[in-house]
Every structure is written in structure tokens, then in C-alpha cells.
């Protein structure tokens, strides 16, 4: 496996350790490939249909299903002992989760958490994908409370508290949901 870019050797995987993965990526992905071709058939339909259709214009309509495919195509989150690592179209980026210093929030279309960790190695992680995934929260909320034992998460305690909070509420809404509670 790869080490993070920043060369230190948290990424590497020893016998027994566990790596969790975004359990939706692989449907995520899917509906990516779904939209950006559905598109790609359409606009070849209408220009068909209206006799336009051309080498040329084909090729743009091609290259726009691609850019629309890379729009949103998902980031892949794993996570293992004291690591997280986000892999996105041009590359991945690993933080050490017990070795954090800085944790961010990201406001937007879809809120992020920044992660930064003592090696400079940064990574944003959707919050969604967090809230989706027991899993994989509860590997960064281990390295993150390992960090602020050892006094190295200097900002970013309150970052993490609310998204539990978030993440417990919501985890008890699907309980009595799926239990006929409500």
C-alpha cells in the first residue's frame, strides 16, 4: 500500500489491521456513470433528431458527459488503525488521524471536515460520508481523541464534538425508524 505523500509510514498495512471502507462509494459511482452517460445519450438524441448531429459536435458533447462525470465522480474514504486516506480522480491524500493538529469545517453544496495532521498532510472528508459510515467515523474519532490526549489536536475539538453529535442523532433516528418508533 502507498504511504501518504508527506513519506511518512502511517498508510502501511501490518498483518490483522482492519481497513474500513465507504460502504455507498461503489453506488455513488454508479450514478455518476448513470448521469454522465444519460446525458451523453440525450444531447447525440436531440442533435440526431434535429439532423445536427456531427463529428464535431459529438466530440463536445462527448467531452461534456466527461467533465460532468468528473464533477461527480465520489471521493473514495478509507480508513484504518490511526489513518485516514480520501482518493479522489488525480490522486489520494492520507492523514494520520492520531497524529492530528488542526481539524476544520468546510461549509458548501456538501460540508467538509479539513484534517491536518503534524507531517503537513491534509485531506477533506464529507461529512455525509461520515455520517453514512459508522465505521469510518469511529477510526477518526479514535485518532483524533489519541491526538488531543497527547496535546497534538490544537483546533478543532468543537469541529468534532457537534459532528458526533450529529452523527449519534442521526444514528438514533435510523434505530427508531427502522425499529417502527417514532
Same mark, same amino acid.
Given at each position: 500500500m502507498k504511504t501518504g505523500e508527506s513519506g511518512n509510514s502511517a498508510? /502501511? %498495512?501490518r498483518a490483522g489491521d482492519t481497513v474500513v471502507t465507504d460502504r455507498r462509494w461503489a453506488a455513488d459511482v454508479r450514478a455518476a456513470?448513470? /448521469?454522465a452517460a444519460a446525458l451523453l445519450v440525450l444531447l447525440h438524441l436531440v442533435d440526431l433528431a434535429a439532423g445536427t448531429l456531427d463529428v464535431l459536435r459529438s466530440g !463536445?458533447? @462527448?467531452a461534456l458527459a466527461a467533465v460532468l462525470f468528473s464533477v461527480l465522480f465520489p471521493s473514495r &474514504? @478509507?480508513?484504518g488503525r490511526h489513518w485516514i486516506a &480520501?482518493?479522489?480522480l488525480l490522486g489520494e491524500r492520507r492523514v494520520s @488521524?492520531? %497524529?492530528l493538529t488542526r481539524v476544520g469545517h468546510r461549509d458548501g453544496l456538501s460540508p467538509r471536515i479539513v484534517l491536518r495532521d503534524v507531517w503537513g498532510a491534509r485531506a477533506e472528508v464529507e461529512v455525509e460520508t461520515l455520517a453514512a459510515n459508522p465505521l469510518l467515523w469511529h477510526e477518526l474519532d479514535t485518532g483524533a481523541r489519541r491526538a488531543r490526549e497527547d496535546g !497534538? !489536536?490544537?483546533?478543532g475539538s468543537a469541529v468534532l464534538q457537534s459532528l458526533a453529535q450529529r452523527i449519534e442523532s442521526d444514528t438514533a433516528r435510523e434505530v427508531f425508524e427502522a425499529s417502527g418508533l417514532r
Open positions: 498508510g /502501511c %498495512l456513470v448513470f /448521469c !463536445l458533447w @462527448t &474514504v @478509507t480508513a &480520501v482518493r479522489g @488521524t492520531d %497524529l !497534538l !489536536l490544537s483546533s
